[in-house]
């Protein structure tokens, strides 16, 4: 297993327009987690799932953002109509349930530039 | 608000020197843990601790979790080039908690 894989690395997008990312999970990691990092702050989260069920979306996740895990593998996270504000990086992570250190592997991110 | 507050934000030293970052909230949690972030990578996790008071020793890093589970702190011995990076404390308000709540990082960067 190579960890966990994001897909793609860089996008850039016109306003306006919808994108879709991509996270494929450590095979045998159960939770699945959508987190947005800004420049200079820490990731935050945005929603997580417990193999095909989304236990909690945060208040940051707007109608126009969306996140899917069919089967409880790999998830996607789609933004539509995307804005300025939506330029960020944005990581998936996974991790087994129950995890005694709670620990979370990240992987690369996609980083967004909404122009 | 933020719920993790880390200080210092940036740190710059010279190699060879020692220092301290530290993780403060008014919160308790369940556990804590530190990540280290390479620019354009996800962060990678270091250690996590959950008993108050704890102590973990990763070769010249030393992670402690204070007595009330409030904050925390990362000792870097002897630090070289190879340390730097971007430092982030998260922590589990609960116990198998669903999502992790972050500090804003230090920014470290060890000059040769």
């Known amino acids: 297993d190579t960890g966990v894989s994001q897909d793609p690395r860089h996008k850039i997008t016109k306003r306006g327009q919808n994108v879709t990312f991509r996270c494929d999970p450590i095979s045998e990691h159960n939770r699945l987690y959508w987190y947005r990092q800004t420049l200079g702050q820490g990731p935050e989260f945005l929603t997580y799932?417990?193999?095909?069920?989304?236990?909690?979306k945060s208040r940051l996740l707007s109608d126009r953002f969306s996140a899917e895990r069919p089967k409880g593998s790999f998830s996607t996270l789609e933004i539509q109509r995307t804005e300025q504000g939506d330029s960020a990086m944005y990581l998936c992570?996974?991790?087994?349930?129950?995890?005694?250190?709670?620990?979370?592997?990240f992987g690369s991110g996609t980083r967004l530039t909404v122009v | 608000t933020q719920l993790l507050e880390q200080s210092p934000q940036f740190l710059s030293i010279q190699e060879g020197e020692n220092l301290t970052v530290y993780c403060n909230s008014s919160s308790v949690f369940s556990s804590l843990q530190w990540y280290r972030q390479e620019p354009g990578e996800g962060p990678v996790l270091l250690v996590t601790?959950?008993?108050?008071?704890e102590v973990k020793k990763l070769k010249r890093l030393t992670f402690q979790f204070g007595d009330a589970r409030k904050d925390s702190s990362l000792h870097i011995t002897a630090a070289q080039p190879g340390d730097t990076g971007l430092y982030l404390c998260?922590?589990?308000?609960?116990?198998?908690?669903?999502?992790?709540?972050f500090g804003q990082g230090t920014r470290l960067t060890i000059n040769p």
């Open positions: 992570a996974s991790s087994l349930v129950p995890g005694q250190d709670y620990g979370y592997t």
């Open positions: 799932f417990q193999n095909e069920a989304q236990l909690e």
């Open positions: 998260a922590g589990a308000r609960i116990q198998g908690a669903q999502k992790l709540v």
């Open positions: 601790v959950v008993t108050g008071g």
